[in-house]
């Protein structure tokens, strides 16, 4: 700690850790003591932009002014440098996905609680506006009882990077963007049980990991969640459907472009045919106006910074972290069955433990 602030150690200087400097110096609460990367071209990146740099991560983890070692490095590093960090007496922060497999989550669950130290893992996007929005609209009903709900992202550059094309690494869609869809589901769900998982994967650019999959997950309460992500999609569906009972709300994109058709009460005793190609059609026909009303979706605004903030919080005064351990294996358990049922085709009964 330095004038009661909490002092970070970076490790992997690339897209993310340049991101994470930017985010830190929105928390007045927390410094940035220095950072180390594997290449010494990132270190001399780092240098320039006027971080202090470590020439190795030994050099770091001995430093006792450290408080917390934040990791941004591939994902197949994650668990040796956060046990190390963690044995060195260090808070840890990992990027997602926190590793590769629920027995290697294990075993740095293990460390943590043998050492005592934070370990955390930064599901950023629990603070996506988008994302608010939709628990929103769930928590608060508006919908009525909600059966489906729809989840995407859709993109058409193939799977990105050189490490993400790479197994070794962990790299595959499922765990870059799926842990993100993954984790905003069950945090939104965090009390009703998975019980069943189908999945297939997609390997149209790429042929050594998933380049994209769709997941089909049924929750106890009768409603089914559609993940979806995909890299070859050169027409993008909404980032979000979601069916309610008694209406149904859209969010196309980024930039929250969508809207709530809600049914009003009135009923059409009359409804009059639509004619279609071959045929006419009274159950597709639209709606007459004054049975539906539309509105704006609800404002709601996230902060990433205040993902640090808590950890800041934890680490200074004992707060709870925001993003739990055990939510973290329920979502690495459930990548696990996507992968299962992909493989073996089959519905995949999730032995949920909420
Ligand atoms: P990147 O390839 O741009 O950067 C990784 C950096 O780590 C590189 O500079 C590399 O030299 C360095 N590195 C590799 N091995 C190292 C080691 N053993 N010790 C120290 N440095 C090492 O990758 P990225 O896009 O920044 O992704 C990094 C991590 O952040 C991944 O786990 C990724 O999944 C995650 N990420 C998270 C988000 C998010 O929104 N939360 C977004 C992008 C990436």
Same mark, same amino acid.
């Given at each position: 700690m330095?004038?009661?602030?909490?002092?970070?150690?970076?490790?992997g200087?690339g897209?993310m850790?340049r991101?994470?400097?930017?985010?830190?110096?929105?928390?007045?609460?927390?410094?940035?003591g220095?950072?180390y990367?594997?290449?010494?071209?990132?270190?001399e990146?780092a240098?320039?932009?006027?971080?202090?740099?470590?020439e190795?991560?030994?050099?770091m983890?001995?430093?006792?002014?450290?408080?917390?070692?934040?990791i941004a490095?591939?994902n197949?590093c994650h668990?040796?440098? *956060?046990?190390?960090?963690?044995?060195?007496?260090?808070?840890?922060?990992?990027?997602k996905?926190?590793?590769?497999s629920?027995?290697?989550?294990?075993e740095?669950?293990?460390?943590?609680?043998?050492?005592?130290?934070?370990?955390?893992?930064?599901?950023?996007r629990?603070?996506?506006?988008?994302?608010l929005?939709?628990k929103?609209?769930?928590?608060?009903?508006?919908?009525?009882?909600v059966f489906?709900?729809?989840?995407?992202?859709h993109?058409?550059?193939g799977?990105?990077?050189d490490?993400?094309k790479?197994k070794?690494?962990?790299?595959?869609?499922?765990?870059?963007?799926?842990v993100?869809?993954?984790?905003q589901?069950?945090?939104?769900y965090g009390?009703r049980k998975?019980?069943?998982?189908?999945?297939?994967l997609?390997n149209i650019?790429n042929?050594?990991v998933?380049?994209?999959?769709?997941a089909?997950?049924?929750?106890?309460?009768?409603?089914?969640?559609l993940?979806?992500?995909?890299?070859?999609n050169?027409?993008?569906?909404?980032r979000w459907?979601v069916?309610?009972?008694?209406?149904?709300?859209v969010?196309?994109d980024?930039q929250?472009?969508g809207e709530?058709i809600r049914k009003?009460?009135?009923?059409?005793e009359?409804?009059i045919?639509v004619k279609t190609?071959?045929?006419?059609?009274?159950?597709?026909?639209?709606?007459?106006?004054?049975?539906i009303?539309?509105?704006?979706?609800?404002?709601?605004?996230g902060?990433i *910074?205040?993902?640090h903030?808590?950890?800041v919080?934890v680490i200074?005064?004992?707060a709870?972290?925001e993003?739990?351990?055990?939510q973290?294996m329920?979502?690495?358990?459930?990548?696990?069955?996507?992968?299962?049922?992909a493989?073996?085709k089959?519905?995949?009964?999730f032995?949920?433990?909420v």
């Amino acid at each position: 700690m330095r004038e009661n602030k909490v002092v970070y150690g970076l490790i992997g200087y690339g897209g993310m850790g340049r991101w994470h400097t930017e985010i830190l110096s929105n928390v007045p609460e927390a410094v940035i003591g220095g950072i180390y990367d594997i290449k010494e071209e990132k270190r001399e990146e780092a240098k320039a932009k006027g971080f202090s740099v470590y020439e190795t991560e030994e050099a770091m983890l001995a430093d006792s002014d450290i408080d917390v070692v934040l990791i941004a490095t591939p994902n197949d590093c994650h668990k040796p440098i *956060a046990i190390r960090a963690m044995h060195a007496g260090k808070n840890v922060i990992s990027e997602k996905p926190v590793t590769l497999s629920s027995a290697d989550l294990l075993e740095m669950e293990k460390v943590a609680k043998e050492t005592g130290k934070l370990f955390t893992v930064h599901q950023n996007r629990r603070w996506d506006d988008d994302f608010l929005i939709i628990k929103k609209l769930v928590e608060e009903q508006k919908l009525g009882h909600v059966f489906r709900i729809e989840s995407r992202v859709h993109g058409s550059r193939g799977i990105p990077g050189d490490w993400r094309k790479e197994k070794v690494h962990g790299g595959g869609m499922v765990l870059d963007w799926g842990v993100h869809l993954l984790d905003q589901i069950l945090y939104m769900y965090g009390d009703r049980k998975i019980e069943t998982v189908y999945a297939s994967l997609t390997n149209i650019t790429n042929q050594e990991v998933d380049d994209g999959f769709t997941a089909i997950l049924t929750f106890e309460g009768g409603t089914e969640v559609l993940v979806e992500v995909g890299t070859n999609n050169y027409i993008s569906l909404p980032r979000w459907y979601v069916l309610g009972k008694d209406g149904t709300a859209v969010i196309r994109d980024w930039q929250l472009t969508g809207e709530i058709i809600r049914k009003t009460g009135k009923t059409e005793e009359t409804v009059i045919p639509v004619k279609t190609a071959a045929g006419l059609t009274k159950t597709m026909a639209p709606r007459r106006e004054d049975t539906i009303v539309k509105e704006d979706l609800p404002k709601v605004s996230g902060d990433i *910074a205040d993902f640090h903030r808590n950890v800041v919080a934890v680490i200074r005064d004992g707060a709870e972290p925001e993003i739990k351990l055990f939510q973290v294996m329920r979502v690495m358990k459930l990548m696990e069955a996507i992968f299962q049922a992909a493989e073996t085709k089959q519905v995949i009964e999730f032995q949920d433990q909420v």
